[in-house]
Every structure is written in C-alpha cells, then in structure tokens.
Nanobody, 126 residues
C-alpha cells in the first residue's frame, strides 16, 4: 500500500511555470512506475507524463511534450512535474498515480495504475 499526496498547484498566468510534487509513503516507492494525469471539467481523465521506477524511461502526452518534465527522487520518495509555458488548456486537477508492477515502460492507461493521490488544482489564466 502506498499513499500519495500532491502539492504545488495554484493559479498562474499563461506562459508561466509551476512545479507539482507528489510525496509517497511506504518503503517500496522506488519499485513503482509513477504517472501524472489530469482531468478538466467535463472531460475524461487523461495521461500527462510518466516515469519508470529507475527513471530510465519517461513518456509524455503529445500536448505537453517540450513543455513538461517529469522526474523523481527515490531517496525523498517524491515525483515531480515541472510545467513550463503553461496554457489555459492545461487547467485541470492534476493527479499522481503509482503503477505497482515494475514495468520497463510507462503505461498511459489510467487503469494500469493502482494508487492515486487526491489531486491538486492547476488554473492557467489567459
């Protein structure tokens, strides 16, 4: 079992930056692949970015490639999402999630993830 707590959301103007953090409890964080998802009002939850347990592989949604960067610190049990050049379309609740099996690739399927945080709101004004 792992518990995930996101932080770092807020209100930012278009073109600005935010860094989200997701702190995980438990001693097995380093064995989980981690992902960030988001859900805007009236829309389905969608994959944003993911990173494998060893940081060897990352994956991004086309809409955020070149603007967002995912990273992790297995000593601090934390995964990060650096978001630059934010756009109003990035407005959503952002969730981090843990994929328990130590896959060698990043899954973009939300149903592959076993544990979820409560979410943090990101609002980008135009």
């Amino acid at each position: 079992q792992v518990q995930l707590v996101e932080s770092g959301g807020g209100l930012v103007q278009a073109g600005g930056s935010l860094r989200l953090s997701c702190a995980a409890s438990g001693r097995t964080f380093s064995t989980y692949n981690m992902g960030w998802f988001r859900q805007a009002p009236g829309k389905e939850r969608e994959f944003v970015a993911g990173i494998t347990w060893s940081s060897a592989n990352t994956g991004y949604a086309d809409s955020v490639k070149g603007r967002f960067t995912i990273s992790r610190d297995n000593v601090k049990n934390t995964v990060y999402l650096q978001m630059n050049s934010l756009e109003p379309e990035d407005t959503a609740v952002y969730y981090c999630a843990a994929d328990r099996p130590p896959r060698g690739y990043v899954s973009q399927d939300q149903y592959a993830y076993d544990y979820w945080g409560q979410g943090t709101q990101v609002t980008v004004s135009s």
